[in-house]
T-cell receptor, first 115, second 113 residues
Framework: DGGITQSPKYLFRKEGQNVTLSCEQN?????MYWYRQDPGQGLRLIYY???????QKGDIAEGYSVSREKKESFPLTVTSAQKNPTAFYLC??????????????FGPGTRLTVL | KNQVEQSPQSLIILEGKNCTLQ??????????LRWYKQDTGRGPVSLTI?????NTKSNGRYTATLDADTKQSSLHITASQLSDSASYIC????????????FGTGTRLKVLA
C-alpha cells in the first residue's frame, strides 16, 4: 500500500522540550517537504529536501531542524527555540521539484500542542 | 511578489446546490495551477491540475477553469454533497527558483442538509 505516513497523529509537548515528528514515504520520491498550517492561514513551508543528504530552509525554518539520511524518511524536530509551535504539521513528497508540475502527495498530518 | 489569493474565505450552501470558488494569482512565470481538497484534520488531496494551455478540466462533479491572461482560476462544484464540506486550496507553480509551489489560504466550504 503506497503512500506517505506521519506519526504520531497527536503530540503534546511541554514548554522547553524538543520533539520529533516522523514522516515516511514508500513512493520512491526524491523530494520531500514540511509545512505548518495554522487556522485561517495557508500552508507555510518550513523545510524541503530535493535529494538525500540535502535540505533547504523554507519561509519559517527558525526553531525547526530536519535531516534526510534516507530517501524514504524526512523527520522534523521542533526545538524549544520555536516560540509558538502549536499547529498542524503536514509532510509531503513529490517525484522531484522539477518545474513544479509534479503533484505533491501529503501525509495525514500531526497536530502538535504545547502545554 | 508571487501571491495566490482565494475567495471567498468561507461559504455555506445547501446540499444539491452548485458553487464556484475563485483563485487569483500573480505568480510569474507561470507553470501550472492545482486545486486540492482538504478534509478537516487530514492532508490535502489533489483534484485537478491545469497548465498554461488548458482552459477547463473536470474531475467528476468538480470543474476547474483557467484564464492565464487574467491570471484567474475557478473551481465549480456541481450538485454539492455533504462530503464536499472541506477546505479547497489553490496552489500555483512558477518556473523560476528551486521551490516553486505558492499556496493560497483556501476556501472553507460547508454543505448543509
Amino acid at each position: 500500500d503506497g503512500g506517505i505516513t506521519q506519526s504520531p497523529k497527536y503530540l503534546f509537548r511541554k514548554e522547553g522540550q524538543n520533539v520529533t515528528l516522523s514522516c515516511e514515504q514508500n513512493l520512491n520520491h526524491d523530494a520531500m517537504y514540511w509545512y505548518r498550517q495554522d487556522p485561517g492561514q495557508g500552508l507555510r513551508l518550513i523545510y524541503y529536501s530535493q535529494i538525500v543528504n540535502d535540505f533547504q530552509k523554507g519561509d519559517i525554518a527558525e526553531g525547526y531542524s530536519v535531516s534526510r539520511e534516507k530517501k524514504e524518511s524526512f523527520p522534523l524536530t521542533v526545538t524549544s527555540a520555536q516560540k509558538n509551535p502549536t499547529a498542524f504539521y503536514l509532510c509531503a513528497s513529490s517525484i522531484s521539484i522539477g518545474r513544479g508540475y509534479n503533484e505533491q502527495f501529503f501525509g495525514p498530518g500531526t497536530r502538535l500542542t504545547v502545554l | 511578489k508571487n501571491q495566490v489569493e482565494q475567495s471567498p474565505q468561507s461559504l455555506i450552501i445547501l446540499e444539491g446546490k452548485n458553487c464556484t470558488l475563485q483563485c487569483n494569482y500573480t505568480v510569474s512565470p507561470f507553470s501550472n495551477l492545482r486545486w486540492y481538497k482538504q478534509d478537516t484534520g487530514r492532508g490535502p488531496v489533489s483534484l485537478t491540475i491545469m497548465t498554461f494551455s488548458e482552459n477547463t478540466k473536470s474531475n467528476g462533479r468538480y470543474t476547474a477553469t483557467l484564464d492565464a491572461d487574467t491570471k484567474q482560476s475557478s473551481l465549480h462544484i456541481t450538485a454539492s454533497q455533504l462530503s464536499d464540506s472541506a477546505s479547497y486550496i489553490c496552489v500555483v507553480s512558477g518556473t523560476s527558483g528551486t521551490y516553486k509551489y505558492i499556496f493560497g489560504t483556501g476556501t472553507r466550504l460547508k454543505v448543509l442538509a
